[in-house]
Nanobody, 120 residues
C-alpha cells in the first residue's frame, strides 16, 4: 500500500506561482510511478504531469514536475497561473516499468487533493 498526502494549494492571482507537494509513504520502491492530476467542477479529471516528463498541453512551459527520492516527495511547481488552472489537484501513483501513463484509470493510489484557486 502507498499513502499520498498533498499540500501547498491555495488562492493566488493570475500570473502568480504555487508549489504543490505530495509526500508518499508505505511501500515505496523505484518502480513507483507518480503524477499530478486535476479536476475542475463539472469537468473530468485530467492528467497534468507525469514523472517521466510528460505534460498536458495546457501547462507546458508553465508547470514543472520533480521528485526528491530521498524524501519520497513529488512536487509540482506552477508558474504563470491562469484562472483556468483553478481545480482540485491530486497526486497519484502506480507500480510499473513504464511511467508515462496519462489516464486516471491507470493509477491505483490517490491523495485526498489540494485546492488551487486562481483569480483574475
Amino acid at each position: 500500500q502507498v499513502q499520498l498526502v498533498e499540500s501547498g494549494g491555495g488562492s493566488v492571482q493570475a500570473g502568480g506561482s504555487l508549489r504543490l507537494s505530495c509526500a508518499a509513504s508505505g511501500y515505496i520502491n523505484s518502480w513507483l510511478c507518480m503524477g499530478w492530476f486535476r479536476q475542475a467542477p463539472g469537468k473530468e479529471r485530467e492528467g497534468v504531469a507525469t514523472i517521466d516528463g510528460g505534460y498536458a498541453d495546457s501547462v507546458k512551459g508553465r508547470f514543472i514536475i520533480s521528485k526528491d527520492n530521498a524524501k519520497n516527495t513529488l512536487y509540482l511547481q506552477m508558474n504563470s497561473l491562469k484562472p483556468e488552472d483553478t481545480a482540485m489537484y491530486y497526486c497519484a501513483a502506480y507500480y510499473g516499468s513504464y511511467c508515462g501513463h496519462r489516464s486516471p484509470s491507470d493509477y491505483k493510489y490517490w491523495g485526498q487533493g489540494t485546492q488551487v484557486t486562481v483569480s483574475s
